[in-house]
Every structure is written in C-alpha cells, then in structure tokens.
C-alpha cells in the first residue's frame, strides 16, 4: 500500500502542495453536500408530513356537509381538487356501509425516475394519513390519503443532482485558481542559483512572492554565501598546510629538483648541508657533479626506490617523483632522500627479537619434553651465548642451608669448573656474575637474571662479554625469559618429585602409604623365602581416635595421629618399616622375624607406648590400640593375605576389650565371615520387613504415671530369630544403613503414635534414638517434619535422644538442626549424659527438655559415693538449666528410692518394664500408674 501511495505521489512541490489542497477541498465538499442535502431531506420530509395534515382537515370538513346528505359526486370532486398538485398518489373515502370512493392522481412525465433505494427510504420515513368524517357526533365514514413516495424520491434526487452540480462547478473554479496561484507562488523557488563568480549569488524575489518562500529563497541565499565564505576558508588553510607540510619536507628530507636533463634547478637547506656546496654552486649543475648519483634515463620513474649509504653509518631512502605538465610529458623530477638509519636499526631489533622468540621457542619445548634437567641447563647456557651475541654463559644454582652457589652449567668456560661452590648470600638483587667472575676466572662486562620461583630463589643465569659493553633492555629482558623457563622447569621437576614422594609415603605422618607398605611388604616376604627366616606384619588401630576428633577436632586429631606415628618407629627396630594405612590405622613390616616372641615385645611396647598420655592442646588425653599379627608364611603366603589377616586379628583385639593384641588364628576368619554375612543380610532386612520396634516405658516418680516410651530397635532373623541390637547397631552405624533404618523407624513410631491416640484419649511422647549420620544427614530437619505431616500427629508426642558425642562433634551444625527440630514442636533430650565430653558453654545454647543419666552411674546406687555424688550433681546441673532428669538402668527398688531421694524426676529400666511390643503397649496406656516388674 505504501508502495502505491509512493508511486502515485506527485514529483513536483507544487503538484504536492495542488494534491493536498485538492484532496482536502474534495473531502470539505463532500462532506459539506452530505450535511445539506441530509438537512434537505429530512426538512422535505416534514414539511410534507405536516402539510397533509393540514389538507386533510381542510377536505374533511369539504366532506361533511356532502356526506350528510350523500352528495357522493361532491365528495369525489372535492378529492380530486385536493389531489391537483399534492404529494399523494390516492384519495379514498369510505362510508360506514363500506362504500368506497377512490380518487388516483395524475402521473407526472415530467420528473425524472429516482433510485429504487431512495423511493424506499421515503416510502419508510412517511405514513398514510386518516380523518374521521363525524358530523354533529355522528361518523359518516372515513378519509385516507395516501403518499406518492416516487414523486417524492424523485423530487429529492433532482434537488441533489442539482446541488451536486453546482458544488462541482464551484469546485472545479476553485482547484483552476488555486493551482493557477500555486505554480505563480512557487515559481520563485525555480530561481535559486549558486553563483560561484564574484556577484553574491542571490535568487531574484518577485513582488509578489508569500512571505514562507520569501523567507526561503533568503535563507538559501545566506547558507551559499557561508558556503563561499567556508570554501574560502577551507581554501587558505589547504594552503597553509601545504606549506607546513613543504616546510615539514624541508626540514626531514633532502629534497632537489631537476630538469628532464638532470640538471639542478631548486634544491633545500638540508640538500646544500649534505652536499657541501652552496646553492648558487649546485643550482646549474649536473645531479651527477652535486654528489647525488641519479641521472635521468629514458624510463619515467614514478616512485623509484634506492637505499644508498652516505659517510659513516648512516643510510638513505630516495625517491624519484616525476612531475607532468599539460601535455602529460615530464617537466621535471623532484628527488626526494629520507635518512632512514633509525628505522634500519628498529629493523635489525626485529629480526633480533624475532631470532630470540625462536631460542626461547626451543628452550620451552626442551622443557616440556621433562628430560634430565642437566641436559636443560647445558641448553639454556648455550642459548644465552647466541640471543645475546656473547661467547661465555653460566649457571649457578643456590644451596640455602650450606649457603653456597655451586657452578652447575657452562657455555665457553672450560670443562673442569663444573661444580665449583662457593660461598655466596644471594639476597636483595647482589649481582652473582660479580661474586663468580674472580672464581672462574673471567674479567669483563656482564648480566645476570635469578632463577626463582614460588617465593625462593633456585640460582642465577649469567652472561659475559669480553670487550667494554652495555647491555640493553631487550637483552636483559630475554635473559630473564630464559631464566623464567628454567624456574618453571625447576618447579616441575620438584613437583614431580614430590608427587612421586606423596605417591608412596603419608604427608601428615612422613611414613610410607599403603601402597609403599605393599611393596615392602612383598620385599620382606621375598628375602625371607631367600634366606629362609620368617617375616611378619603388625596392623594397628587406634582405640577412640574418633572421640578424640569429635571432642577437639581433626587438627587435634592429626596432632595425635603424627605423635603416634613417632612412638611407632620408636618401638621397632632399624629394619623394620612403619607404615599409615589411612585414618588412624597403621602397620609394621618385620621382615626379619627370628620368633613369634619377638613380635609379641613387638607388639607389648605398642600397646604401652600407645596408651601413655597424649598431650593435645594443653591437656592430656588417652587412647589406646588394639594390634593383629600375621606371619609368613603360616599366616599367609602373599602379602595382601598377610594383611587381610592381620587385620582380622587386629578386629579379635578389639572385639576382646582394646588395648591387647592378638596373633592370627584360622578360626578368626569365621567371626569375620559372619559379620560379612550379617552385614549382606542387613541390606536386605529393611526391604523383607525383619525390623520391628519394642517400647520400654518411662515413669514419673512424683506419681508412678507413664511419662513416654523409648522405642528400641529389635531384628527379628528369619532362621538367627531376635538378634541381639549390639551384633547389628554397630553394623548399621558403619556401613550408612541406618539412615533408610532410622527414617523408618520414624515412620514406623508416627504410625503407632497414631494408632494408640485413636484408641487411647493421652498418649505419652515417644523417644527416639538418632545416630550420628542422621544428625549429619542433609535436609534431616525436614525429613522429619515431612514424615510427622504426613501421619497427622501432634509433633509434642515425639522426642529424640542425641548422645554427647554427636553434639559436640561440630555444635554449631547441631545448634541449628536442634533448633530446627524444637521450632516444630518436638522433645529433645541427651542420651548417656556424663559418658562424653561436654561444654557447659554449648549445652545451655542446646535447646533441650531433658537429661539422661546412664545406667554406669544407676548401677551402683546408692553404695557406691562417687556415683552418687555424680547423680546428685547431674540432677543439680539439670534442674538448674530447667531440664528433666531420667534415670536409665533402674532395677531395684534400691535405685528407686535413692533417685527419689535425689530428686530425679523419671525413670526407666527392668524394675519398670522390659522394651514391650507396641500390642503389649495397651494396658500400660490405660492404666494411670505402672506397677513395678515381678
């Protein structure tokens, strides 16, 4: 569309402008025309409508006096006289007795038809007009007069026709003085001229020209006399420049003109200094006899090249310019000779520079290659010679702990001064080829860049020149590249080597990994298979390494880790070999075993040098080792089943109370396969449904009601039956199952939590044991409270049980978890307390509801004074924190009177009740008190 309105657009200003006014004009007249002839038309209508109104009063009264006396031809004339001359195409009167008197008009020829539309909108707008004939109260009949609607239509279609032909004459006068006035108007634009002689180059304005092109023309006629007077402008300054740049030329160039001959014309100051002759000499001349060596040939040069050398270093760059005249034949030459010495020796750098990247280049790929670093080093000395044009290079490398620099490569010096040392403090940047020059005996001018990295300092790289010399800084700066390169060669090497260290020995304790145990493990095995002695293996674990890093942390840990290793190779002899398997778990290679006997004193001043005090942070503490010994070749005959089977020992000792050892015994292997057996079963027990939860009660000593239950984990084996919770717990803890185990048990105690408050109106909360990797777990916090939701129980009937140790392995975690857990609305309490290790500090921020006192203090109630005065202080810490006190392991009535006594305000043990299944639950629920155990 915008296409075609851009086509059909006049070219011309003044058809534009003539399009525009006529469009408008079209639009006004149509527009108008409508207006007046909708005015016309409704006016026509009325007046029309009102008009037979009146006629038909007039007949009706005509009507009557002849209808009284039925004087019926009276009324037809009457009608028809009414019909001359009026808009209506019949008359009709029609008496009571239906008679009928119809009077039709007369067509009129001489009206032109109108459209059918408009006879319709007529016929629409106009209704029949009726009178009743009533004569002294009395209806004689009716009159109706009906409209002509054609005659009508027709006389309002000749009244626009009419309009719209005068409209379109006006219109048309119109539009012809208009565009008569437009082309006079803006003829004057057509005069606009930039005259480019001396006149002012303004356009003519007539008389009679409207103001806006008169303000026009006279602003087109300002902007072309700034145009000139810029041009102008613009032409001096170009002159201007041309002689700075002339002069510039001058100044930078020696610049001569000559004839199509060779002979001198013009020549500059620069020209008349280099030459040696005056101008008035040169002027005349030969360009030959001037000292310039060009002579004109039959050739036209344009831009012709030459380097040419003049007196001393210095070299020239010359160019021939021919100049043309209008016969395009050479007028004269202009020879033009820059001094291009500086940029001949900027040159030179480059090609330096780029034969330095090129020995850089290949002393870098030298060094990736990680060859001997001897071969690098000889390399390095013998580039430095060729990048810096010199015959003698050095390569010193520092020895900070003997404070001496030792020669390690040469490039010129002779062969035998390799390896000279010599006292030396390289520090603050003291040049080394100075303080070498007198050792290897060489005097004269030198550089040298350190070789250093990661903070120190590996040696120093140094050059040396025989005759006086200044070295520049590209130099010194591609001396130092070389040296760079060797540093990083340095560094990968040392990393090498440490990784090859790292690889085979344990970086906390410096004593071999267990990778470097196996290899000598295997040496051991084979020298003893060749002198035919024995050989034995020693593993060793540390008892409660793991509290010692939950109480204090790993730096503490580590701390005792590295003590233990020292007390280690304390205990063996000088062929022996210790070893850190990883964690707190150590070994030893004897690989001379004379006796069984010799191992166990072996194995007597472990156990004893492991069991002496640690001093950790200020304070001393105790852990103790449990040892296995394997030997060979009756214990095993490779070294993998050596180990394997020192480790099972290792396990009997720690299983037979810790803090002993233990030699291999075959039948070791079957306590070890059983446990493999139950670990594999376990996997598959949670998915069978062998787990089942048993519920001991706790009880208020103020009254004997239930207080809670604690629900206790139980495995019901298929073909083992209940297993005992200490053959699994430990299993569960170890290998991460407990946590799928603990969210069911969760799941499993929200459930019975539900079924119990079904049937029972109070329903005392439920304890539940949480390990350590629970407390870890990510997102524990809203584990559980999905799970509470989700069984629709009130959160107060659950409570957790946490141990000390899992609080204060990393407190400020458990802080948060706790709170978390106490926000939703459940117990918590801890579990053990006085076994572990607390902080008073972090116990108050802990948000819990009770405290636990374990059974080894309720035991020996109330004889024994030690336990009862930590009863009594526990009970004491607790209430004064407003915590609960529950007693654990209460079988007597002995225990009960004495906690009574002190004050505790719950207990639970076999006095009370033995852990019950939930179906046992239900009397103890309906009772208010609990009567003691038989």
């Not at 003085?177 to 303004?202: I, P, S, V």
């Not at 002993?660 to 449904?689: C, D, I, K, P, V």
């Not at 350590?772 to 997102?779: D, K, N």
């Not at 572990?836 to 004889?863: C, E, M």
Request: glycine fraction near 8%; charged fraction near 20%; hydrophobic fraction near 50%.
């Amino acid at each position: 569309m915008l296409k075609l309105v851009t086509l059909l657009l006049p070219r011309t200003l003044v058809g534009r402008v003539f399009a525009l006014f006529a469009l408008s004009m079209l639009v006004f007249a149509g527009v108008g025309l409508g207006m007046f002839y909708r005015h016309q038309y409704l006016a026509h209508i009325e007046e029309t409508q009102d008009a037979a109104n009146t006629l038909i009063e007039v007949a009706a009264r005509a009507v009557e006096d002849s209808a009284v006396i039925g004087d019926y031809d009276t009324v037809r004339r009457t009608l028809a006289t009414m019909m001359l001359r009026s808009p209506f195409q019949s008359a009709v009167f029609i008496d009571l007795d239906g008679g009928t008197i119809r009077v039709e008009a007369a067509p009129d020829q001489a009206l032109a038809p109108a459209p059918a539309w408009l006879s319709e909108h007529v016929a629409h707008e106009l209704y029949d007009v009726n009178r009743v004939v009533n004569v002294g109260g009395t209806d004689y009949g009716v009159l109706r007069l009906h409209f002509d609607e054609h005659r009508l239509a027709s006389q309002l279609w000749l009244l626009l026709v009419q309009s719209a032909l005068l409209a379109g004459v006006i219109l048309a006068l119109s539009l012809a003085l208009a565009r008569a006035l437009l082309a006079r108007w803006l003829k004057n634009l057509g005069r606009l001229r930039f005259d480019a002689g001396d006149g002012d180059g303004g356009a003519a304005i007539s008389s009679d020209t409207p103001l806006e092109i008169r303000e026009a023309i006279l602003a087109v006629n300002r902007s072309a006399a700034s145009m000139r007077d810029q041009y102008g402008q613009r032409i001096d300054i170009l002159m201007d420049s041309l002689v700075q740049h002339k002069s510039a030329l001058d100044q930078a160039a020696i610049v001569c003109e000559v004839d199509r001959e060779g002979i001198v014309i013009a020549v500059n100051d620069l020209f008349i200094q280099e030459s040696g002759y005056a101008r008035e000499e040169l002027v005349g001349r030969a360009l030959p006899q001037a000292g310039n060596g060009w002579t004109p040939a039959d050739t036209v040069w344009r831009g012709e090249v030459a380097v040419a050398t003049r007196a001393g270093e210095r070299q020239w760059y010359r160019t021939i310019v021919p100049i043309f005249d209008t016969a395009a034949q050479v007028e004269k030459y202009i020879c033009i000779d820059v001094d291009i010495s500086e940029r001949k020796q900027f040159e030179d750098a480059i090609v330096w520079n780029a034969m330095r990247q090129g020995l850089l280049a290949r002393l870098g790929r030298k060094a990736l290659e990680g060859g001997p670093l001897a071969g690098l080093f000889d390399m390095a000395a013998a580039v430095a010679c060729e990048g810096l044009n010199v015959r003698h290079a050095a390569l010193f490398g520092f020895d900070p702990a003997a404070g001496s620099a030792t020669l390690q490569a040469a490039h010129g010096f002779p062969a035998n001064t390799l390896g000279t040392a010599f006292a030396c403090t390289p520090a603050g940047g003291e040049a080394l080829a100075h303080w070498s020059a007198a050792v290897l005996g060489f005097d004269g001018a030198s550089i040298e860049a350190a070789v250093a990295g990661g903070g120190r300092a590996f040696g120093a790289l140094a050059v040396y020149a025989h005759a006086a010399r200044t070295f520049q800084e590209d130099e010194d700066a591609f001396l130092g590249s070389l040296a760079n390169i060797l540093a990083s060669a340095v560094e990968r090497e040392e990393a090498r080597k440490r990784l090859t260290w790292l690889a085979q020995f344990d970086t906390l304790t410096g004593l071999p990994n267990r990778h470097r145990l196996g290899t000598c493990l295997e040496e051991a095995i084979a020298g003893a298979a060749l002198s035919g002695e024995r050989a034995g293996v020693m593993f060793i674990d540390l008892d409660r390494f793991k509290s010692v890093n939950d109480m204090l942390g790993h730096s503490a840990g580590d701390a005792l880790l590295a003590q233990a290793g020292a007390r280690l190779q304390d205990c063996v002899g000088a062929v022996d070999v210790v070893a850190r398997l990883g964690g707190d778990e150590f070994a030893v290679v004897l690989p001379q075993l004379a006796a069984s006997g010799q191992a166990e004193a072996i194995a007597q001043c472990i156990v004893e040098a492991l069991a002496q005090p640690f001093l950790l942070q200020g304070q001393q503490l105790f852990v103790s080792a449990s040892v296995g010994i394997a030997a060979w070749p009756e214990d095993g005959i490779d070294a993998a089943t050596l180990l394997k089977n020192a480790d099972t020992a290792m396990y009997s000792a720690k299983q037979d109370g810790r803090n002993n050892y233990r030699f291999y015994r075959a039948e070791m292997n079957a306590n070890a396969a059983l446990r493999l057996q139950t670990e594999s079963q376990l996997h598959l027990a949670l998915e069978r449904g062998e787990f089942e939860l048993h519920y001991q009660p706790k009880v208020k000593l103020a009254d004997n009601s239930p207080s809670g239950f604690e629900a206790l984990l139980r495995w019901r084996h298929p073909e083992r039956g209940l297993v005992a919770p200490g053959e699994f717990i430990s299993i569960l803890e170890e290998t991460g199952l407990i946590l799928p185990v603990g969210e069911w048990i969760i799941t499993e105690v929200c459930r019975q939590v539900q079924a119990w408050s079904a049937l029972h109106a109070s329903v005392p909360p439920v304890a539940i044991n949480l390990s350590a990797r629970q407390l870890a777990q990510a997102g524990f916090a809203g584990t559980v409270h999905g799970i509470v939701a989700a069984a629709g129980i009130d959160p107060r009937l659950l409570e957790f049980e946490l141990t000390e140790s899992m609080l204060m392995a990393d407190p400020e975690s458990a802080v948060r978890i706790l709170t978390s857990l106490k926000a939703q609305g459940m117990r918590l309490s801890v579990d053990d307390f006085g076994t572990g290790y607390s902080s008073l500090a972090y116990l108050k921020r802990f948000p819990l509801d009770a405290l636990k006192i374990d059974r080894t203090f309720v035991r020996d109630l109330p004889d024994d004074a030690d336990d009862a005065a930590i009863t009594k202080a526990v009970i004491s810490l607790a209430h004064s924190l407003n915590l609960k006190v529950v007693a654990e392991g209460v079988e007597t009535i002995a225990h009960l009177d004495a906690l009574r006594a002190y004050g505790c305000d719950e207990i639970q043990g076999y006095y009370i009740s033995k852990p019950l299944p939930a179906a046992d639950c239900a009397a103890l629920l309906q009772n208010e008190a609990i009567p003691a155990a038989a």
